[in-house]
């Protein structure tokens, strides 16, 4: 089974510019996830998708960030402009029901805004 | 406000003894918790969980207990392994939410 792929790998933009992340979860997960990991910290969850709906965005700062799951496959996350702040490894993750099953990571993006 | 906390951002321990990883909550209303492992260059990867009404569950080397009146939780893995050695995180999530919330980590490491 094909883990969750993340694209690109590692990123890095100066401050102001954009920047889009590209996740596509394990097959048949209705359930997708984005967290955010600033070094030295835990993942901290943007937004969750279930299948192509929001479920909490809670945590996203929607004046720079937003992000869309096409067809309840794949999904793409984007900054929009970037800050320094912004500097973290962006981890995308899915579930098979977004019920109380562990989630599966990829491996990340890591963004570093100069 | 930090209602996941992971008080050790780094343990030692040789190997073949046992290693102890502690994590703390403050919200009453999470019942369901989870252990990660993460390797550099790597998403964290699930490990065990523990629902609230269980107080301990197994699973081959790991074992995690949970004391819900002091709300904490412990992953013990017993006989610690070199290629144990890597960031474990604990998250807990509330009924019905399926959201979780990620602790700060501790860096592990098993000492050949």
């Known amino acids: 089974e094909a883990g969750v792929a993340q694209s690109p790998r590692y990123k890095i933009i100066e401050k102001r510019q954009s920047v889009a992340f590209w996740c596509n979860p394990i097959?048949?997960?209705?359930?997708l996830y984005w967290y955010q990991q600033i070094l030295g910290q835990g993942p901290k969850l943007l937004i969750q998708?279930?299948?192509?709906?929001?479920?909490?965005d809670s945590q996203l700062p929607k004046d720079r960030f937003s992000a869309e799951r096409l067809k309840g496959v794949d999904s793409t996350l984007k900054i929009q402009p970037a800050k320094l702040e912004d500097s973290a490894v962006y981890l995308c993750?899915?579930?098979?029901?977004?019920?109380?099953?562990?989630?599966?990571f990829g491996p990340g993006t890591r963004l570093t805004v100069l | 406000d930090q209602q996941v906390k992971q008080n050790s951002p780094s343990l030692s321990v040789q190997e073949g003894r046992i290693s102890i990883l502690n994590c703390d909550y403050t919200?009453?209303?999470?019942?369901?918790f989870l252990w990660y492992k993460k390797y550099p260059a790597e998403g964290p990867t699930f490990l065990i969980s523990?629902?609230?009404?269980?107080d301990k569950n197994e699973d081959g080397r790991f074992t995690v207990f949970l004391n819900k009146s002091a709300k904490h939780l412990s992953l013990h893995i017993v006989p610690s392994q070199p290629g144990d050695s890597a960031v474990y995180f604990c998250?807990?999530?509330?009924?019905?939410?399926?959201?979780?919330?990620f602790g700060t980590g501790t860096r592990l490491k098993v000492l050949a």
């Open positions: 523990i629902s609230s009404i269980k």
């Open positions: 919200n009453s209303m999470f019942d369901y």
């Open positions: 998250a807990a999530s509330e009924a019905g939410t399926y959201k979780y919330i």
């Open positions: 998708f279930q299948n192509n709906g929001v479920v909490d």
């Open positions: 993750a899915s579930s098979s029901s977004g019920g109380i099953n562990e989630q599966f």
């Open positions: 097959s048949g997960h209705a359930t």
